[in-house]
């Protein structure tokens, strides 16, 4: 098949892959939809995250026997072994959402480890020159995207959520958490911002398994948006819908009087949420 451009790709994957959303005529009719399908794990050769010991053992055997090139290999599996940690904590938020949206009866797109191209070209080039081994892409670790209630969301997992640092110059987990959702909410407005309309919402969350100091969920407002555990996870996630449905059903009381519609942002309007506002 020979397409000409990037939309007629998109297109033409759509109704391959998703022919539901493809011919969809109202959000009822589709569901949830997640990619990918089921859970994948960046670090699929890690069988036991917690086996730590157990490669300690191995690294020091190559070391009494001089073998550089195991060394190596299992220096590799060792700093996999560390990263796989946070592939369990975005197993939990994926089991979640699986479940809280297993019976779902609107459409709604859930996407795992999305990586997304910088959309000026210019700024694309720019950033691999700067640095060789930079991305020119950015991954976010789980986005829903909820057209019958017109929000984003974006949740950034941690496996430990703290506000202390390793070294003085370092970011702490909960600033690069911060820093990380703004970035991600700017990246997206370049992206989107003239294809969706004023009223969608971008909101934004932070999952983590392990949380340093009760303290840290900042603010009252703040607090809806910072979740530990699967249990308090799917807890705010349905009070967020809560809130949803109050503010669609005071809109409409408010549309009948004729005072609806007078937001002017073209910009994702993030006033019901955002952990960045801490």
């Known amino acids: 098949v020979s397409l000409s451009g990037i939309p007629q790709v998109a297109e033409t994957l759509l109704k391959r892959d998703f022919p539901d959303i493809a011919n969809m005529e109202r959000y009822q009719d589709v569901g949830p939809t ?3 399908l089921s859970f994948i794990p960046k670090f699929s050769k890690v069988i036991d995250p917690s086996d730590k010991k157990l490669l300690e053992n191995c690294l020091q055997e190559a070391k009494e026997r001089h073998d550089e090139e ?3 290999r299992i220096k590799g599996r060792m700093k996999e072994q560390e990263k ?4 369990m904590a975005e ?3 994926y089991e979640a959402l699986k479940s809280l949206y297993q019976e779902y ?4 797109l859930i996407i795992k480890g999305l990586e997304i191209l910088q959309p000026d070209p210019v700024k694309r080039k720019a950033k691999r020159k700067a640095k060789r081994k930079a991305k020119s892409a950015r991954e976010m670790d789980f986005l829903l995207v909820d057209p019958y209630f017109g929000f984003i969301l974006n949740i950034e997992v941690k496996n430990h ?3 202390s640092k390793a070294k003085e110059e370092d970011e702490s987990p909960l600033d690069k958490a911060k820093r990380e959702l703004e970035e991600n909410k700017k990246f997206l407005e370049d992206w989107f911002e ?4 004023p009223q969608w919402q971008y909101i934004s969350m932070i999952y983590t398994q392990e949380l340093e100091d009760e303290n840290l969920r900042g603010c009252h407002q703040c607090q809806s948006f910072i979740a530990c555990g ?3 996870l799917l807890l705010k996630l349905l009070e967020l819908y809560d809130k949803m449905i109050a503010l669609r059903k005071r809109e409409s009381d408010e549309s009948q009087e004729g005072c609806f519609g007078d937001r002017k942002s073209t910009r994702l309007n993030s006033s019901h949420s955002s952990v960045s506002r801490m």
Not at 105 to 108: E, M, Q
Not at 194 to 197: E, F, G, I, K, P
């Open 84 to 87: 796989c940690i946070g592939d």
């Open 91 to 93: 197993r939990v938020v």
């Open 230 to 232: 699967q249990e308090e």
């Open 161 to 163: 959520l703290g506000d």
């Open 105 to 108: 009866p609107s459409a709604i």
């Open 34 to 36: 997640f990619i990918p």
């Open 70 to 72: 195991d060394q190596r």
């Open 194 to 197: 003239t294809d969706l309309s």
